[in-house]
């Protein structure tokens, strides 16, 4: 089953903490240009992402609305600062499925590094879901930091997926 933008929805949610947390905002990031293939009787599961094709959806819990101008400046800091334009990939070693749920295992790269990642999905009704968390460290990126340190981007990032469920 092949899987993208066209039938599915894979989204970024950062979260802001620090003395300044209030300046800025909790954000939603659509991934704009995605490709996935899962093929569950062979055990596979890739997915490769575009970082330079992530958009601003959300700014939430801010003092302010988001402007135009802030979406602009937040993309250029999560290419040049945070991920750096590079590709970000999963590959399974091993991918399974039960009544309701659909195990992951594999190595997700991204900023330049690999590392294991696990995965438990809901599926049921038709669909796959999940809200898989990340710290950006452990991947070598630095959490964002503004306001002199006094704003920062949460380590703990979560990737929200729902697609539909393979046959």
């Known amino acids: 089953m092949e899987l993208g933008p066209h039938n599915a929805s894979l989204v970024v949610k950062t979260y802001r903490e620090g003395v300044a947390a209030k300046a800025g905002h909790d954000l939603v990031i659509e991934v704009e240009r995605w ?20 958009a601003i959806r959300e700014g939430v ?66 669909r796959v879901t999940a809200t898989i968390p990340l710290r950006q460290t452990e991947w070598g990126i630095k959490p964002y930091r503004g306001l002199m340190g006094a704003l920062k981007v949460r380590d703990e990032v979560e990737i929200v997926l729902d697609a539909p469920l393979p046959a």
């Open 35 to 54: 490709q996935a293939t899962v093929d569950l009787d062979a055990g596979v599961v890739e997915l490769s992402a575009d970082p330079r094709s992530l």
């Open 61 to 126: 819990r801010g003092v302010k609305p988001l402007t135009d101008k802030d979406r602009g400046e937040i993309r250029k800091n999560i290419d040049e600062k945070v991920l750096g334009g590079q590709p970000i990939e999963f590959r399974s070693r091993a991918a399974s499925m039960d009544a309701s749920r659909l195990a992951v295992e594999g190595e997700l790269t991204m900023a330049g590094a690999t590392r294991p990642l696990s995965a438990a999905l809901d599926a049921g009704a038709g």
